[in-house]
């Protein structure tokens, strides 16, 4: 089993920004990438970035990387979502993902970010 929690979320003022981090606890070894989802109220959750923990290679939502650069820290398995330059409408539940060589994703437990105009 493998165990995330995430922190940084909060309430921030439109072009503002906040760091979100996730780390991953407990068989991590099974881990080959980690991400970010969102879900904003009466949506669907939604992709935003992803990195594999071994390469480093990163994916986006669309062609652009971004608008909110992952990143994780070198030799343990915590990853970052910068977000500058934060909307109204990013406003939503963040959601860590890990997804493992086999078998099910899993799920943070969501932190709220809330962008007022």
């Known amino acids: 089993q493998v165990q995330l929690v995430e922190s940084g979320g909060g309430l921030v003022q439109a072009g503002g920004s906040l760091k979100l981090s996730c780390a991953a606890s407990?068989?991590?070894?099974?881990?080959?990438?980690m991400g970010w989802f969102r879900q904003a109220p009466g949506k669907q959750r939604g992709f935003v970035a992803r990195?594999?923990?071994?390469?480093?290679?990163?994916y986006y939502k669309g062609p652009k990387k971004g608008p909110f650069p992952i990143s994780k820290r070198k030799g343990n398995h915590t990853v970052y979502l910068q977000m500058n330059r934060l909307k109204p409408e990013d406003t939503a539940v963040y959601y860590c993902n890990a997804v493992p060589t086999v078998g099910s994703t899993y799920w943070g437990q969501g932190t709220q970010v809330t962008v007022s105009s």
């Open positions: 407990g068989r991590t070894t099974s881990l080959y990438a």
């Open positions: 990195i594999t923990l071994t390469g480093g290679n990163t």
